[in-house]
T-cell receptor, first 112, second 109 residues
Framework: DVKVTQSSRYLVKRTGEKVFLECVQD?????MFWYRQDPGLGLRLIYF???????EKGDIPEGYSVSREKKERFSLILESASTNQTSMYLC???????????FGQGTRLTVV | GQQLNQSPQSMFIQEGEDVSMNCTSS?????WLWYKQDPGEGPVLLIA?????ELTSNGRLTAQFGITRKDSFLNISASIPSDVGIYFC?????????FGAGTRLAVHP
C-alpha cells in the first residue's frame, strides 16, 4: 500500500514563527511537490523537487522554502509565518517518468 | 501558473444519474490522473491513464485519455450520495504535475 505521510493534520502557529511541514513517501519516487489549497483557488504549486537537494519554484514560492536532504523526505518551511499563509497544505509524490502521483492527507495550518 | 481547463465547475444531480466531466490542456502529458477529494482530506487517486486512446474503468468510474494527449474525461455511472466531493484532473509529465480547478459534485438523494 503506497504511502505519503504528512507529519501533522492540524497546526496552529503564531505570526512570525518558523514553521516546518514534513512529508515522507515510501515509494522511492523522484518527484515530490508541495501545494496549498484555498477555497476557489484550486491547488497551487509552491515548490517541487525532482531529486535529492534539487528544487524548483512553483507558482507561489514567496514566503516559503524547501529542503530535500533525502529522497523520501520533502520539507516545506515557512520562514516567518503570516496570517495569509493560513491554508491547507498538500504534499504529493510521483515518479519522474510521469506515472501515478499520490497525495498525503493534508495539513491544515492556521496562523494567528 | 499553468492550469488545466476542467469543466464543469460544479454539478448538482439526482442520485442514480450519470455524470461526465472533462479536462483539456495546451500541453501534452504522459499520464492523465483523476482524483477525488473529500472535505478536509488529501485527494485520492481514482484512475491513472498512460496511453493515448486508453479507456480505463474503476467500478462505476470510467476515464479516457484523449487521442491528442491533451484531454481526458471522467464518467461516473449511477451516482450515489457518497460520490459527493471535488474531482480533480491532473496531467503528469516529466517533473510536472498540473491540476484542473476541480469539479464539485453534489448528489441529491
Amino acid at each position: 500500500d503506497v504511502k505519503v505521510t504528512q507529519s501533522s493534520r492540524y497546526l496552529v502557529k503564531r505570526t512570525g514563527e518558523k514553521v516546518f511541514l514534513e512529508c515522507v513517501q515510501d515509494m522511492d519516487h523522484e518527484n515530490m511537490f508541495w501545494y496549498r489549497q484555498d477555497p476557489g483557488l484550486g491547488l497551487r504549486l509552491i515548490y517541487f523537487s525532482y531529486d535529492v537537494k534539487m528544487k524548483e519554484k512553483g507558482d507561489i514560492p514567496e514566503g516559503y522554502s524547501v529542503s530535500r536532504e533525502k529522497k523520501e523526505r520533502f520539507s516545506l518551511i515557512l520562514e516567518s509565518a503570516s496570517t495569509n499563509q493560513t491554508s491547507m497544505y498538500l504534499c504529493a509524490s510521483g515518479g519522474s517518468a510521469g506515472r501515478e502521483a499520490f497525495f498525503g492527507q493534508g495539513t491544515r495550518l492556521t496562523v494567528v | 501558473g499553468q492550469q488545466l481547463n476542467q469543466s464543469p465547475q460544479s454539478m448538482f444531480i439526482q442520485e442514480g444519474e450519470d455524470v461526465s466531466m472533462n479536462c483539456t490542456s495546451s500541453s501534452i502529458f504522459n499520464t492523465w490522473l483523476w482524483y477525488k477529494q473529500d472535505p478536509g482530506e488529501g485527494p485520492v487517486l481514482l484512475i491513472a491513464l498512460y496511453k493515448a486512446g486508453e479507456l480505463t474503468s474503476n467500478g462505476r468510474l470510467t476515464a479516457q485519455f484523449g487521442i491528442t494527449r491533451k484531454d481526458s474525461f471522467l464518467n461516473i455511472s449511477a451516482s450515489i450520495p457518497s460520490d459527493v466531493g471535488i474531482y480533480f484532473c491532473a496531467g503528469h509529465g516529466y517533473n510536472k504535475l498540473i491540476f484542473g480547478a476541480g469539479t464539485r459534485l453534489a448528489v441529491h438523494p
